[in-house]
């Protein structure tokens, strides 16, 4: 059981990263303050960085014993990310989810924030700072926007299906494959922005499913319970959740509802 004190702590320590760390730097950055990391597509900031040495911080006091798998930190040292499959709680932290949109001084990006205990997500929290929005989701107790219960849906009958799907800079040949089975009547595909956002999107209604191609989870953990949360589901290509562990089946798909979760489903595995 997440304890309402812990959830409103965390709420704070995140606002407060983001406040001394990312926000002094939005539609600031100096040249020498953006790194490639895998190449043009794929970049870090000292915004990113800063971001999630503040939260490894503040999250391990919050909680004791716990321990933080954050992209940085992967990107550092990759054998870190096993701390996920381990026994402690683990923080799952993306410290600028749209790192490329807040580069171009654009809105369009959030800070993630994951806790894990045995494998499942238990709360999480979706922190867009120039939007100045905050989904909290807590497992079994709902998600908020902004302190306002979150819904959903499902689809107006007969509607064409928005699917936010993996930027086409950001995949292979192979998972370009996959997707373009979403190219068909009655579904309307796009790339897809900040990965975070286009999860609260869903939550919120105004996006029917997103259909992603990499399973990294920092990008992914705490926009997949905002959804659950919200009533709506999501499935891999064979039709199992996703796990945060790794393992998936791709590409894998989140949905206002389980029978949209369905169809997109059904579509990509088309291509099996």
Same mark, same amino acid.
């Given at each position: *059981?997440?304890?309402?004190? /812990?959830?409103?702590?965390? %709420?704070?320590?995140?606002?407060?990263?983001?406040?001394? %760390?990312?926000?002094?730097?939005?539609?600031?950055?100096?040249?020498?303050?953006?790194?490639?990391?895998?190449?043009?597509?794929?970049?870090?900031?000292?915004?990113?960085?800063?971001?999630?040495?503040?939260?490894?911080?503040?999250?391990?006091?919050?909680?004791?014993?716990?321990?933080?798998?954050? %992209?940085?930190?992967?990107?550092?040292?990759?054998?870190?990310?096993?701390?996920?499959?381990?026994?402690?709680?683990?923080?799952?932290?993306?410290?600028?989810?749209?790192?490329?949109?807040?580069?171009?001084?654009?809105?369009?990006?959030?800070?993630?924030?994951? /806790?894990?205990?045995?494998?499942?997500?238990?709360?999480?929290?979706?922190?867009?700072?120039?939007?100045?929005? *905050?989904?909290?989701?807590?497992?079994?107790?709902?998600?908020?926007?902004?302190?306002?219960?979150?819904?959903?849906?499902?689809?107006?009958?007969?509607?064409?299906?928005?699917?936010?799907?993996?930027?086409?800079?950001?995949?292979? %040949?192979?998972?370009?494959?996959?997707?373009?089975?979403? !190219?068909? !009547?009655?579904?309307?595909?796009?790339?897809?922005?900040?990965?975070?956002?286009?999860?609260?999107?869903?939550?919120?209604?105004?996006? !029917?499913?997103?259909?992603?191609?990499?399973?990294?989870?920092?990008?992914?953990?705490?926009?997949?319970?905002?959804?659950?949360?919200?009533?709506?589901?999501?499935?891999?290509?064979?039709?199992?959740?996703?796990?945060?562990?790794?393992?998936?089946?791709?590409?894998?798909?989140?949905?206002?509802?389980?029978?949209?979760?369905?169809?997109?489903?059904?579509?990509?595995?088309? !291509?099996?």
């Amino acid at each position: *059981m997440i304890e309402n004190t /812990l959830v409103a702590a965390v %709420e704070g320590a995140v606002r407060r990263a983001v406040a001394d %760390e990312v926000m002094p730097r939005y539609q600031q950055l100096a040249a020498h303050e953006v790194v490639e990391k895998n190449g043009p597509y794929d970049l870090v900031t000292v915004a990113d960085r800063g971001a999630e040495e503040h939260l490894t911080a503040s999250l391990t006091r919050l909680l004791p014993g716990s321990v933080v798998v954050g %992209e940085e930190a992967v990107h550092a040292d990759p054998t870190a990310y096993a701390a996920i499959r381990g026994a402690a709680p683990v923080w799952i932290v993306d410290p600028v989810d749209g790192t490329r949109q807040f580069v171009h001084g654009e809105p369009g990006f959030c800070t993630l924030v994951a /806790l894990a205990v045995d494998g499942e997500v238990q709360a999480s929290w979706t922190y867009a700072p120039a939007l100045d929005e *905050m989904a909290v989701a807590v497992r079994g107790r709902g998600a908020t926007l902004n302190g306002v219960p979150l819904r959903s849906g499902s689809p107006a009958p007969g509607s064409a299906l928005r699917v936010a799907t993996s930027h086409p800079d950001y995949t292979t %040949e192979d998972q370009k494959k996959a997707l373009r089975a979403l !190219e068909t !009547e009655g579904v309307l595909p796009r790339p897809c922005g900040s990965a975070g956002l286009e999860y609260l999107a869903v939550a919120r209604g105004e996006l !029917e499913a997103v259909a992603f191609s990499w399973e990294l989870a920092w990008d992914h953990a705490a926009g997949l319970l905002l959804v659950e949360e919200a009533g709506g589901t999501d499935r891999t290509r064979t039709g199992e959740r996703y796990r945060i562990a790794g393992g998936n089946t791709l590409p894998f798909t989140a949905a206002r509802d389980e029978a949209t979760a369905n169809r997109v489903r059904g579509l990509l595995a088309e !291509e099996d």
